[in-house]
Nanobody, 115 residues
Framework: QVHVVESGGGLVQPGGSLRLSCAASGSSSQFAAMAWYRQAPGAQREFVAHILSSGHADYADSVKGRFTISGDNARNTVVLQMNSLKPDDTAVYYC?????????WGQGTQVTVSS
């Protein structure tokens, strides 16, 4: 069973930066893709960014140019560097790991952008 754990959330002022980390353990293979999603209060969970095992990355339009995703295939880890944060980025951020035909979610980490 794959276990996914996020870390690095917290409270930051508008314009600040945070770095989220995610580690997937329990698989003998490398991930096919890892992604970040977020869910704000009263809203649906939405896609933020993903990275494939090839290194190709995609981003939601709302975070392009501000967020950067990077991954380590050998360690099954991924990092989301978030810069120029806005109050609208406030949400619980979830990591999703894709191995073969299965997807695994972490428990989420809270990010709050407020002055």
């Amino acid at each position: 069973q794959v276990h996914v754990v996020e870390s690095g959330g917290g409270l930051v002022q508008p314009g600040g930066s945070l770095r989220l980390s995610c580690a997937a353990s329990g698989s003998s293979s490398q991930f096919a893709a890892m992604a970040w999603y977020r869910q704000a209060p009263g809203a649906q969970r939405e896609f933020v960014a993903h990275i494939l095992s090839s290194g190709h990355a995609d981003y939601a339009d709302s975070v392009k140019g501000r967020f950067t995703i990077s991954g380590d295939n050998a360690r099954n880890t991924v990092v989301l560097q978030m810069n120029s944060l806005k109050p609208d980025d406030t949400a619980v951020y979830y990591c999703n790991a894709h191995f073969y035909d299965s997807y695994y979610w972490g428990q989420g980490t809270q990010v709050t952008v407020s002055s």
